[in-house]
C-alpha cells in the first residue's frame, strides 16, 4: 500500500509540475522584476507582465536566420522539462543534474547555430558558466547520497531529519551558483538583459518569435526546479520542515535579486575562479564531514 501511495505522489509531483510549473515561473519572473523595480525605487511592471510578452512573443511570425536554432531550442524546452520532471516525481537526482547539462548544451549549440558574433560570444560563456556551476550540481548529488544513503528524492524527503543540517557547506554553494542558473548579477555574462551592453542579447540575440518564448518558458519551468532544489535541503518526514524550506526558498530568492541589484557583472576569468574555489571550499569539506561521521 505504502508503494502505491508512492507511486501517486510521484505521478502527482510530476503532474503538478507540468501543469503549474509555468504559472509559478511566470510569477516568479513578475515578482523578481516587480522586487527589482521597488530596490530601484521604480514602480516597476504588472506582475503578470511576464505573461504578456510571452503571449505576445507567440503571436509573432516566427524569423529565424538557420532553422537548426528552433530545434535546439525545442531540445532545450524538453530536457529542461524531464528534469523538472523527474525531479517532481522524485527520482534519480544523479539523473535530474545529468538530464539539466544537456538542457544547458542544446541552448549553447542554438546560439552556436546563429551566424551573429554576439550570440556565439554569449554561447562560449554560458559554456563557461556551465564549466562552473556544473562540479557544485554533482556535489549536491552526492552530498544527498552520503547523508541519506540514496540518490532516490522518495527517499531523501522521508529522511528524519533535515538535510540542511548535515549539509551547510554544500547549501551554500548551491546557493552561490544559483547567481549563476537565475542569471543574476555578477555572473550574468552569458545574456544581456539591457540593450546598451556589449552582449546585447548574448545567447537570445537572434531568437524571437516563439523561439524566444520557448526559451522564456523554459526558463520558468527551471527556476520552479531549482527552488524546489533548494526546498530538497529542508523537506523531511516531519511535515513543518516543508514550511521551513518554502521560507528559505523566498529568503534565496529575495537576497539573490539584492546581489543582482547590488553588483555590476564581472569577467568569467574571475566567475569561474571565484565559483570553484567557494564551491570546491564548502563542498569538499562538506563532504569530508558526511564521509567522516558517517
Known amino acids: 500500500?505504502?508503494?502505491?501511495?508512492?507511486?501517486?505522489?510521484?505521478?502527482?509531483?510530476?503532474?503538478?509540475?507540468?501543469?503549474?510549473?509555468?504559472?509559478?515561473?511566470?510569477?516568479?519572473?513578475?515578482?523578481?522584476?516587480?522586487?527589482?523595480?521597488?530596490?530601484?525605487?521604480?514602480?516597476?511592471?504588472?506582475?503578470?507582465?511576464?505573461f504578456y510578452d510571452f503571449f505576445k512573443l507567440w503571436s509573432k511570425q516566427p524569423i529565424a536566420i538557420n532553422k537548426a536554432e528552433g530545434f535546439y531550442v525545442l531540445g532545450f524546452l524538453i530536457f529542461v522539462l524531464l528534469s523538472g520532471t523527474f525531479f517532481f516525481a522524485r527520482g534519480d537526482i544523479l539523473l535530474v543534474v545529468f538530464t539539466l547539462t544537456m538542457a544547458s548544451v542544446c541552448l549553447i549549440i542554438a546560439a552556436y547555430a546563429s551566424a551573429s558574433p554576439y550570440a556565439q560570444v554569449g554561447a562560449e560563456r554560458e559554456l563557461v558558466q556551465t564549466m562552473a556551476y556544473e562540479p557544485m550540481l554533482l556535489m549536491v548529488a552526492l552530498g544527498f547520497y552520503l547523508s541519506c544513503g540514496s540518490f532516490n528524492i522518495g527517499d531523501i524527503m522521508k529522511s528524519e531529519t533535515m538535510n540542511f543540517i548535515r549539509m551547510p557547506g554544500i547549501f551554500l554553494g548551491l546557493c552561490f551558483i544559483l547567481l549563476i542558473k537565475f542569471r543574476k548579477s555578477p555572473f550574468d555574462i552569458s545574456m544581456s538583459h539591457e540593450a546598451h551592453q556589449e552582449l546585447i542579447g548574448g545567447v537570445k540575440t537572434e531568437l524571437s518569435g516563439r523561439t524566444l518564448?520557448?526559451?522564456?518558458?523554459?526558463?520558468?519551468?527551471?527556476?520552479?526546479?531549482?527552488?524546489?532544489?533548494?526546498?530538497?535541503?529542508?523537506?523531511?518526514?516531519?511535515?513543518?520542515?516543508?514550511?521551513?524550506?518554502?521560507?528559505?526558498?523566498?529568503?534565496?530568492?529575495?537576497?539573490?535579486?539584492?546581489?543582482?541589484?547590488?553588483?555590476?557583472?564581472?569577467?568569467?576569468?574571475?566567475?569561474?575562479?571565484?565559483?570553484?574555489?567557494?564551491?570546491?571550499?564548502?563542498?569538499?569539506?562538506?563532504?569530508?564531514?558526511?564521509m567522516y561521521f558517517k
Open 213 to 290: 518564448g520557448m526559451v522564456e518558458l523554459a526558463e520558468w519551468y527551471e527556476d520552479v526546479f531549482l527552488l524546489g532544489l533548494v526546498l530538497l535541503f529542508f523537506v523531511s518526514a516531519d511535515w513543518w520542515t516543508t514550511i521551513i524550506g518554502l521560507f528559505v526558498c523566498f529568503l534565496t530568492f529575495f537576497l539573490d535579486i539584492l546581489v543582482d541589484n547590488s553588483c555590476g557583472r564581472i569577467k568569467w576569468e574571475r566567475m569561474l575562479a571565484s565559483t570553484w574555489l567557494f564551491s570546491f571550499l564548502m563542498g569538499f569539506i562538506n563532504v569530508a564531514f558526511l
Open 1 to 50: 500500500m505504502s508503494d502505491f501511495s508512492d507511486y501517486i505522489a510521484s505521478g502527482l509531483g510530476a503532474l503538478l509540475f507540468l501543469v503549474l510549473g509555468p504559472v509559478l515561473g511566470g510569477l516568479i519572473h513578475g515578482l523578481d522584476r516587480k522586487i527589482s523595480a521597488r530596490m530601484q525605487r521604480r514602480v516597476g511592471p504588472p506582475l503578470f507582465q511576464p
